[in-house]
């Protein structure tokens, strides 16, 4: 086994350059020996420095770890000082192992629940599981994946032959031949694995299941954190929990109703803001019809309105049989145009549109009867509706 199998705390080590590989852009170096872990099985890399260079990334090639660092390669033959990002290093472990408890957590709760893939690549980790589990048996293997926790069994590794394998439960069958290495929890969870782990189960506590969905191929995507970074999410809930609290002056116990009575508030207050909005875009699209002028066989009308106006004047225009509006904004750095024709006529507007866009640099599209587009050039507003106009059909 490599050092980082052997031990999964070591943090530091002796080694001697044995290859440089500067052929491209990227210094890759292999080691006499390493205890860096490279990306693998849904695992990470590690990080850290060897003497002076910082390891950025870690990879394996044909059995072999490459180390990718910063800087001009060192020399072959060098004798070099490893050292691993810790943190980094043990926050993978607590990871990998509340993974493995988890997952024999939910095979447990049933059978046809199997861990299909894994991502661990961040604090926020997946399992993707067959047999879709619900509310009640997602709870159920959490539990359960804590209870191991709390046993504070040992989490242990080896190595077995391929003809030893049949001596062993497997929790899966293992995706390599040869000299096989098994990880061991107690005489909960053993499985093939070459990840790094925690020495006892406790070490992954808390293990916090998040969210679940469903995905591609008809899995569940489980989401959980262990750990140190479950304990990080809780403190961050709790802060924002009490914040919130706080704000709006109600008790804990309460919070959810609050919130609910909240949305349904603000749900009544856009829906009378978008009723009074609507309201004022009929007055305005009244006195912008006296206004019109006919072209092409509808009246059309051609004004500059407010922003927080331009799309619902455009709906209440383009309903008005025999009438087409060419309005736009200003917001800002930015401005906007939508063109609108009601029913009783063909007249298209994207010539229309077209020629206002070449006035201020802008972009849009839509269909004959209904086009939006905005620019960069709110100056150039009163030009591009009468580029606009003139883009019309000749009576």
Not at 104 to 126: H, I, K, M, Y
Not at 229 to 251: G, I, K
Not at 258 to 276: I, M, N, T
Request: hydrophobic share 40%; with cysteine; glycine share 10%.
């Amino acid at each position: 086994m490599r050092p980082d199998q052997r031990d999964s705390y070591l943090q530091r080590f002796r080694s001697r350059v044995l290859e440089v590989d500067a052929a491209s852009d990227e210094v890759w170096v292999r080691l006499e020996e390493s205890a860096f872990y490279p990306s693998s099985g849904g695992q990470p890399h590690d990080t850290g420095r060897i003497d002076g260079w910082p390891v950025i990334d870690v990879a394996s090639r044909g059995g072999e770890v490459w180390h990718r660092l910063e800087g001009d390669p060192p020399a072959v033959g060098r004798e070099v000082t490893g050292v691993l990002d810790w943190e980094r290093r043990y926050r993978h472990m607590q990871r990998h192992s509340a993974q493995h408890l988890l997952s024999q957590a939910f095979v447990r709760v049933s059978p046809a629940f199997e861990t299909r893939s894994v991502s661990l690549r961040g604090p926020d980790c997946t399992l993707d599981l067959a047999g879709d589990p619900g509310d009640d048996e997602l709870r159920s293997a959490e539990h359960l994946a804590n209870t191991f926790g709390y046993a504070a069994l040992p989490v242990t590794s080896f190595e077995v032959t391929e003809a030893e394998l049949a001596d062993y439960a497997l929790r899966r069958p293992p995706k390599v031949r040869g000299r096989i290495r098994l990880v061991a929890m107690g005489d909960v969870e053993i499985a093939a694995c070459g990840g790094t782990h925690v020495a006892s189960t406790a070490e992954t506590l808390p293990i916090k299941l998040l969210t679940s969905e469903r995905v591609r191929g008809g899995l569940r995507r489980v989401t959980f954190r262990a750990g140190w970074e479950a304990f990080d999410d809780y403190r961050e809930r709790t802060r924002l929990t009490v914040e919130l609290v706080q704000r709006l002056s109600t008790p804990l116990d309460d919070l959810g109703g609050r919130v609910v009575r909240l949305q349904e508030e603000l749900a009544e207050a856009r829906a009378a803001q978008a009723e009074a909005r609507r309201r004022r875009a009929v007055d305005t699209a009244e006195e912008l019809l006296r206004a019109g002028r006919l072209r092409a066989g509808v009246r059309v009308v051609s004004a500059e309105v407010d922003d927080e106006l331009l799309d619902v004047l455009a709906e209440v225009l383009g309903e008005r049989s025999g009438v087409a509006a060419l309005l736009g904004s200003r917001d800002g750095e930015r401005v906007r145009l939508a063109f609108a024709r009601g029913p009783g006529g063909d007249l298209d507007l994207r010539p229309a549109l077209k020629a206002a866009l070449d006035e201020i640099d802008g972009r849009g599209g839509g269909r004959p009867e209904r086009v939006q587009g905005a620019g960069r050039r709110p100056e150039a507003l009163e030009r591009a509706l009468r580029a606009a106009w003139e883009a019309l059909p000749q009576p």
